[in-house]
């Protein structure tokens, strides 16, 4: 592993450990060259699938367009970051134990809409809007009413 402060390849593991998750390992590392320290991690890393867009075009995954959309979604919106993180890792999840090496994007917006029902109604309906196109006001009342339908919706909404 090459220092990332004098680029030094001489580097030397000081400590190992599994991260909580299990799903990574920490290394404490220091450079024999400048005697500074380093933290690296260690991953399986899998492959994602290809994306096939609507004009039938092919692009690679990117967490972060993912992640963008779903933040212009949440904009102004009282969720927590580690709980959009959440939804961004189990999105990414399914993707990768999706075993497919192609996936439509418009699976890809069904994830998404299903992450920001949990996450707030409000991003949920600003993402469904522009993902299915909303052409009047009909198509938020479906959407509106789709929530209602929600059981769990239905019960908070009854015991307040």
């Not at 399914?94 to 699976?107: P, T, V």
């Not at 409000?122 to 196109?133: D, N």
Request: hydrophobic fraction near 35%.
């Amino acid at each position: 592993m090459r220092c990332p402060f004098c680029h030094s390849e001489d580097t030397q593991v000081m400590d190992t450990r599994a991260s909580e998750e299990g799903d990574s390992i920490r290394r404490r590392r220091r450079c024999n060259a400048c005697d500074k320290r380093f933290t690296t991690y260690e991953r399986v890393e899998l492959a994602m699938p290809v994306i096939v867009k609507k004009n039938g075009s092919r692009t690679d995954f990117e967490p972060a367009k993912l992640r963008s959309s779903m933040m212009l979604a949440l904009r102004k919106r009282p969720v927590p970051a580690d709980a959009v993180d959440a939804a961004i890792q189990r999105i990414e999840e399914k993707l990768r134990s999706s075993g497919e090496r192609e996936i439509l994007s418009g699976q890809i917006g069904e994830l998404v809409m299903r992450e920001l029902r949990r996450l707030d109604k409000i991003a949920y309906i600003r993402f469904a809007s522009v993902y299915r196109s909303f052409e009047d006001v009909a198509a938020f009342r479906d959407a509106i009413d789709e929530i209602d339908v929600d059981p769990k919706t239905s019960a908070r909404a009854r015991s307040s």
